[in-house]
């Protein structure tokens, strides 16, 4: 298969079908040994995480399915930690491996609180969640957009922002539910965005290593998060 790049997490290949197959690392974003979805750049490896975050990820596709919001998912393979899909474009240059990057916050911690904590507590919730963009650039440390940006730099319309969005939210609201019949709390998740025949679409993955979830007030690991929602 044709190497199409190397992302941080994940590798993607060319598939003989015209689709697309990603194949999982065990590599997480953090920062000196510490997990942290919010960073851009790997902190440690994890062993078996990637397998873990496919096995999340085709859990949530699959429910998405079912509440009729169209993603790029096709099939996934546990065993050899790959997931087939359907091609997307993805927003603004692919600078390592993609362009942007959409987190909803449920909760204020991580590096919002890092950037705003002068007006607002660690742990404070956000009500009806918060949607912020970040383009993918690691020498510019991944830099925040506002929608009214996306559309003057022509990376998107406005149109496809509020579908973008909405998407989010209404994503964010279905895992966070998931996780609460479960006793778990959502804090905040990091998705990716792509367009497939004009249509705005959810790509890459709904993955443990890419949520903040606290049990009790205390964080949940990625690989424990993926047994407690795996195996309940």
């Keep these: 298969m044709k190497k199409l790049y190397e992302g941080k997490t994940k590798d993607v290949f060319a598939l003989d079908n015209g689709n697309v197959l990603l194949k999982f690392k065990d590599d997480c974003t953090g920062k000196d040994g510490v997990f942290d979805p919010g960073e851009n750049s790997v902190g440690l490896t994890i062993e078996g995480i ?112 509020e579908s973008l969005k909405a998407q989010t939210l209404a994503i964010t609201k279905i895992v966070a539910d998931d996780l609460k019949t479960i006793g778990l709390d959502l804090w905040d998740i990091k998705f990716e965005f792509g367009y497939n025949n004009g249509e705005v679409i959810l790509i890459d993955e709904i993955a443990s290593g890419n949520m903040r979830v606290y049990k009790d007030g205390t964080i949940v690991s990625p690989v424990e998060l993926t047994k407690l929602i795996l195996n309940r």
């Design 50 to 161: 990637g397998r873990a975050n496919l096995e999340t990820s085709v859990y949530y596709f699959e429910m998405l399915k079912k509440a009729g919001i169209k993603t790029h998912y096709v099939s996934a393979n546990v065993q050899d930690a790959t997931m087939e899909v359907l091609p997307a474009e993805c927003f603004g240059k692919e600078l390592g491996g993609g362009g942007l990057e959409v987190i909803c916050r449920l909760v204020a911690t991580g590096s919002f609180i890092r950037r705003y904590g002068e007006y607002i507590k660690d742990g404070t919730p956000l009500e009806g969640g918060y949607v912020e963009c970040t383009f993918k650039n690691d020498a510019k440390g991944d830099p925040l957009v506002t929608g009214e940006g996306l559309v003057a730099l022509k990376v998107m319309t406005a149109e496809m922002f």
